[in-house]
């Protein structure tokens, strides 16, 4: 069962259950968590597969540095790895993991994450 079909059972059943201000204060938490997981700044670790080559790594780090919301990328042919770093002030969006991973896969380029580290925040 996806995870938003969870969601919605649990949301239905406090429905009934609780009332529907129970139901109001779950959404915005749930929509407040959706926009965060997808807007997250910091650094990532994607693991490339199928990079042969130099050829190869330039193309990754094209694909990735096209997303406005990237603000540096490194793509190694021999760890198989490219680190890059989200800006923080970048509109909501700019800088979707999943998206880059599917643009990478579109490319030939299948990755997954193996490393994230949140951006630290200004005191």
């Not at 995870?3 to 915005?28: D, E, H, P, Q, Y």
């Not at 540096?72 to 002030?89: G, I, P, Y």
Request: aromatic share 4%; with cysteine.
């Amino acid at each position: 069962m996806s995870m938003l079909k969870k969601k919605k059972n649990v949301i239905t059943k406090m429905f009934w259950k609780r009332g529907r201000s129970a139901v109001v204060a779950a959404l915005a938490l749930t929509m407040s968590a959706a926009s965060h997981a997808q807007d997250a700044t910091g650094q990532y670790t994607l693991r490339v597969d199928k990079m042969m080559c130099g050829s190869c790594t330039a193309r990754v780090k094209k694909s990735i540095q096209s997303h406005p919301g990237v603000e540096s990328v490194d793509v190694s042919l021999d760890t198989h790895e490219a680190q890059f770093s989200c800006k923080k002030d970048a509109p909501q969006g700019a800088c979707d993991v999943e998206t880059i991973k599917k643009d990478l896969q579109r490319i030939g380029y299948p990755g997954r994450i193996v490393n994230q580290k949140p951006a630290k925040e200004d005191s």
